[in-house]
């Protein structure tokens, strides 16, 4: 099977380190973001290829399909890692910040999916990565829309599941708690003090951290592995 994966958000963060490992493990690898960036530069990998990409626009989605399509480039293994926040409390909650969110880390769920799904049913083999939160398993304070969107990915991956494992395709969910990434710069290293007194193992979770565990569900070792929801988060949310 062609070693062939897609990474979306792949410019910074847990998607770049996430095409990184795959980088190390053989894997051509193609990332995507929606600014210009240089992911061969970025994980000293001259044959990795990097995509401008907008997740909101369905039609930069089909382009890039028929441009893989056309160089044999079509991806074995997705994950579905881009994703934003738009936190505010619910009562003062803007129409904007539902839809951008929604639209970005859920409907550009399916639309990626959607589009790069029937090779793998074809080559009866393929592995969907969807990157969660901890925020969609047990909710968050100022991030319904957030926390909405990656509970749904919850229902996605498993109903994929579902349809696909037939397929030899498996479709599982990483659910990261607090990583030190951009997207929680926001918190000062007091409030991150404070965050971390609920984390049984006390710290925030490297990018690394995460990246493995995406790599592993990528991986022969996890062939039987479907419809998952794999915490990485130190203990934060236990079922
Ligand atoms: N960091 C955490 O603590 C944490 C915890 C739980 C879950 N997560 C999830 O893990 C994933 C990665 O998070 P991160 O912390 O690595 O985030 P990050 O550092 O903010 O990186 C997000 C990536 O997504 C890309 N992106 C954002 N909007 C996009 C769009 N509309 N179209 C295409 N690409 C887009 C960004 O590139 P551009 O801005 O250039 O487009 C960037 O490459 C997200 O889905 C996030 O929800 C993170």
Known sequence: MSKIVLVTGASRGIGLEAAKHFSKEGYKVIGTSRGEFNLGELIGDDSAISVQLDLMSRESIKNLFADLKSEDLLPSVLVNN???TKDQLFLRMKDEDWDDVIETNLN???RVTKAF???MVK???GRIINISSVAGLMGNSGQVNYSSSKSAMVGFSRSLAKEL?????TSN???PGFIETDMTTFLNDDEKVEVSKNIPMKRFGSVQDVAKCIVFLASDEANYITGQTISVDGGLFMY
């Open 82 to 84: 881009a994703g934003i």
């Open 108 to 110: 550009g769920l399916f």
């Open 117 to 119: 799904i029937k090779p």
């Open 123 to 125: 080559n009866k083999f």
């Open 165 to 169: 494992g037939s397929r030899n395709i």
């Open 173 to 175: 969910v990483v659910a």
